[in-house]
């Protein structure tokens, strides 16, 4: 194994860290686990007990060999990112959401911390673990790390003590396309590098059917836009509910009232753009129209700008009730207990940490919609995870796969004009939602946007109006990927190249 200095210093913390986060599955700062019902009387061990049938799908995986996707209609060489929105008007998948939900909580029952924390020694010992470990990036970009970790345990069936580490971010080790990691012997694996809703999805083009059969189950064919199920949604809804303290931050913004309706995202980084506010304001308008919500609905609007509030709440007001978490007004024990640091205070804005918590499970409970603004990057993980979480909480269980029963819920991306003049091509960032379709499909000098947006971000290219930019294209490279312009995966070249490299195999024992 081999580390780079500032690496290695980390590596020295973390025989500790590694356990708790093992026993626990998922610890977080702040975040409790939720204890599940108890399991059920008869008790099945995960390695005798196949929840999802590894080597069938109700998908056709095939031989990974896609079908190229038809060149778009020569009448319209680009598309908005409107109109790229249409395949999610639907909001939610509402029967492959259940489907992965069941999957989900069956996983958990079996192999979350509430039961294995308490396993006999040896039985512990036996389970597999997939490690969900997080460090000190923003709230988003940790909690993708948890919920990767999640979802790899979910595809795996899993779960001396020797761990086998697997840096996504380094292209030329990484197994996550050429390796069958079922077959993994280690007992615990460690998916590094996982930021965002992207690493956990690549599986979706190992070369081997059996891990791809396990990612179609959870994550749904990625050629079928708007047919995904809510996986991080799900997850969270599993894995995750506010401490105590957050709690009743929340409970204190909403006041005894219903939840809102609607939960607005800006992501401003210090900057008061007023043609983001301008835009964001008709999308809010968009999105209230959409839901057929009756008058003056609860509007919760939480930013990394505290100061875009001043000119964001009063028009807002004119149509709809405002509610924010005002931190300097709460008197809470987290804020005596709670330094506030500066941090990454251009990134996050000035708010302690603790108040990202706060936002982020008060926005959490929007029952209609949840719309992402942005001064650059619109649709952040943060965002993302809001609304997935809202829609998990929206979706009954007895929903029946009705789909005309439950709630609508929508996600919406507001873009201004400026931010379209190249389309989306700057919206570079494997953690911003529309990456996907951020390539020459995507019309130049685009009017403002309102865009009905992916509960589950895209990991691939298959869909109609999904291109690559070059820097994508080039990244892939390295892990094998030739991709056409229009973003195919040409399979062949892939299988030949993990052919051809040597396995990366990089472990840690610890010695306890
Ligand atoms: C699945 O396939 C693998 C190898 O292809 C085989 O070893 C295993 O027994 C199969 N499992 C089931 C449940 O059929
Ligand atoms: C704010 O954002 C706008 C639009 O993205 C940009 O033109 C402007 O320079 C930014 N202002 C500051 C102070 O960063
Ligand atoms: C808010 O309303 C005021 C007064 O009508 C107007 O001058 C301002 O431009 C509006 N702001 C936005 C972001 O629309
Ligand atoms: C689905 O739900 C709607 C609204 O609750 C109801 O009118 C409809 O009859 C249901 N359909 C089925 C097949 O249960
Ligand atoms: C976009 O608008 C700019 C400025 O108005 C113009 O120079 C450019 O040609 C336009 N691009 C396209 C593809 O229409």
Wanted: glycine share 6%; net charge positive; proline share 6%.
């Amino acid at each position: 194994m081999r580390y780079g200095g500032g690496r290695r210093r980390r590596m020295l913390l973390q025989p500790f860290l590694v356990l708790c986060a093992t026993v626990t599955g998922l610890g977080l700062l702040m975040l409790a686990l939720r204890p599940l019902d108890p399991p059920p009387i008869k008790i099945v061990y995960a390695k005798d007990f196949q929840l999802v049938d590894s080597n069938s799908s109700d998908f056709d995986v095939g031989d990974g060999t896609l079908m190229e996707k038809p060149p778009p209609a020569t009448s319209q060489p680009c598309a908005t990112v409107e109109e790229m929105g249409n395949d999610f008007v639907n909001g939610l998948a509402v029967k492959e959401t259940l489907r992965v939900r069941r999957i989900i909580e069956q996983h958990f029952v079996l192999n979350g911390a509430a039961r294995v924390r308490d396993l006999p020694s040896d039985q512990f010992c036996s389970h597999g673990f997939v490690l969900g470990k997080t460090a000190e990036a923003g709230f988003g970009n940790e909690m993708y790390k948890l919920l990767s970790a999640a979802a790899l345990s979910i595809m795996l069936n899993r779960r001396k003590l020797v761990m086998r580490t697997d840096d996504f971010e380094k292209p030329s080790q990484t197994n996550v396309l050429c390796s069958n990691w079922k077959e993994w012997e280690q007992p615990i694996i460690w998916f590094q590098g996982t930021n965002d809703a992207v690493a956990s999805q690549f599986f979706l083009k190992n070369v081997h059917p059996q891990m791809r059969v396990a990612a179609y189950n959870l994550f749904g064919d990625p050629q079928v836009l708007g047919s995904q199920p809510n996986v991080f949604g799900e997850l969270m809804r599993v894995l995750i509910s506010p401490s105590k303290d957050v709690e009743a931050a929340v409970n204190w913004v909403i006041g005894g009232a219903e939840n809102p309706d609607i939960s607005l995202h800006m992501r401003m980084q210090t900057n008061r753009s007023i043609r983001a506010l301008q835009a964001v304001i008709s999308c809010i308008r968009k999105a209230i129209k959409s839901q057929h919500l009756m008058s003056r609905p609860k509007i919760v609007v939480v930013s990394d700008t505290p100061s875009l509030f001043k000119s964001l709440v009063p028009n807002i007001s004119e149509f709809a009730e405002v509610m924010r978490f005002d931190y300097e007004k709460f008197k809470g024990k987290m804020l005596e207990s709670l330094p506030k640091l500066d941090f990454r205070a251009k990134d996050w804005g000035p708010a302690p940490r603790w108040v990202a918590f706060v936002d982020f499970f008060l926005a959490s409970r929007a029952r209609y919609a949840v719309v992402s603004g942005a001064q650059r990057r619109v649709g952040t993980t943060y965002a993302q995870l809001i609304a997935a979480l809202a829609a998990a909480h929206n979706l009954g269980d007895n929903n029946n796969n009705n789909k005309t029963s439950g709630r609508r819920f929508s996600f919406f991306s507001s873009f201004q004009s400026n931010l379209l003049t190249d389309g989306l091509k700057n919206q570079i960032g494997w953690g911003h939602v529309w990456n996907r379709y951020a390539g020459p499909l995507s019309c130049p000098n685009q009017s403002n946007q309102c865009a009905f947006t992916p509960l589950l971000p895209p990991a691939w290219w298959d869909g109609l109006w999904q291109s690559p930019i070059p820097r994508d294209t080039k990244r892939l490279a390295f892990y094998g990927v030739q991709l056409s312009g229009f973003g195919n995966v040409d399979n062949n070249f892939l299988q030949n190249y993990c052919n051809s490299r040597k396995t990366v195999v990089r472990t840690v024992t610890y010695h306890l």
